[in-house]
Nanobody
């Protein structure tokens, strides 16, 4: 079992930066790939980024490539999402997820555990 708690969301102006954190409980954190998704009201939850258990591979949605960076610290049981050059269209609730093991990393059903989400609002 893994429990996930996101933090670091908030209100920022366009062009600014935020760093989201996702703290995980459970001894098996380091064995899970970790992902970030985001969702706006009335729409599906969309893939943002994923990092493999070792941190050796990362994948990003085209919409955030070059602006966002996912990383992890297995010693701290934490995964991060550094978001730079933020745009109003990045406004969403951001969710941390654990469990992808080799299927379609951009599909929500590939992940077993989810956090409660943190709101990111980018003003123009």
């Amino acid at each position: 079992q893994v429990q996930l708690v996101e933090s670091g969301g908030g209100l920022v102006q366009a062009g600014g930066s935020l760093r989201l954190s996702c703290a995980a409980s459970g001894r098996t954190f380091s064995s899970y790939a970790m992902g970030w998704f985001r969702q706006v009201p009335g729409k599906e939850r969309d893939f943002v980024a994923v990092i493999t258990w070792s941190g050796g591979s990362t994948y990003y949605a085209d919409s955030v490539k070059g602006r966002f960076t996912i990383s992890r610290d297995n010693a701290k049981n934490t995964v991060y999402l550094q978001m730079n050059s933020l745009k109003p269209e990045d406004t969403a609730v951001y969710y941390c997820a654990a469990g992808w093991s080799g299927g379609s990393y951009y599909r929500t059903y590939e992940y077993d555990y989810w956090g409660q989400g943190t709101q990111v609002t980018v003003s123009s």
